[in-house]
Structures are given as C-alpha cells and as structure tokens.
C-alpha cells in the first residue's frame, strides 16, 4: 500500500511564499511521476506541476515563473515551492504519485488527503 502525506499549507497573504511537501511512504522501490493538482470550490481537479524520476518538469500556464516543483528519490518526496501567490492560487492541493513500484506490485495513481491553500489579506 502506498500513502502519500502533504504538509506545508495554510494562510497567506497575496504576494507571499509556501512551500509544500509530501512524502511517500510504504514499501517503495521507486516513483515515476510525481506532481501536484490542485481543485478549488466549485472547479475540477487540474494540474499544477508534475515532475519525473529524472527530474523533468510540467508546469500549468498559471503557475509558470512562479512555482517550482521538486523532488527527493532517496526521500521520497516532492516539493512545491510557491511564491508570488495570488487569490485564485487559493485550492486544496493534492500531492499525486504515478507508477509506484512496491514489492506486492505497482500502484498506478495513487493521491494524498490534500492541504488547504488559502491566498487572502
């Protein structure tokens, strides 16, 4: 079984900085997609940020130039770091993990429980 734990969210003012984590627990031989998706009130689930074992990115238009997403292997965990936040950045983030290879079989999409970004003065 794979469980993903995102931590780091919160309150904060337009203009400011978090940093998002989330760290994959389980018995893991590896990951190879990791990303986070964010789904504000009355919107669907969207992409934010996805980065691969090798450490390429994809980013949402949106967040361009001002999120960064990365990742540890040996940890496993994947970042968010957030800056120049915006009200309509305000979203439950979900950390999301792809083809993650255990020692009973490989988990194909598996979400953590999300954390609340609220972006307000």
């Known amino acids: 079984q794979v469980q993903l734990v995102e931590s780091g969210g919160g309150l904060v003012q337009p203009g400011g900085s978090l940093r998002l984590s989330c760290a994959a627990s389980?018995?893991?031989?590896?990951?190879?997609?990791m990303g986070w998706y964010r789904q504000a009130p009355g919107k669907q689930r969207e992409s934010v940020a996805v980065?691969?074992?090798?450490?390429?990115?994809n980013y949402a238009d949106s967040v361009k130039n001002r999120f960064t997403i990365s990742r540890d292997n040996a940890k496993k965990m994947v970042y968010l770091q957030m800056n120049s936040l915006k009200p309509e950045d305000t979203a439950v983030y979900y950390c999301?993990?792809?083809?993650?290879?255990?020692?009973?079989?490989?988990?194909?999409?598996?979400w953590g429980q999300g954390t609340q970004v609220t972006v307000s003065s």
């Open positions: 999301n993990a792809r083809d993650v290879k255990t020692n009973i079989g490989t988990y194909y999409n598996s």
């Open positions: 980065i691969s074992s090798g450490g390429a990115t």
């Open positions: 389980g018995s893991i031989f590896s990951i190879n997609v």
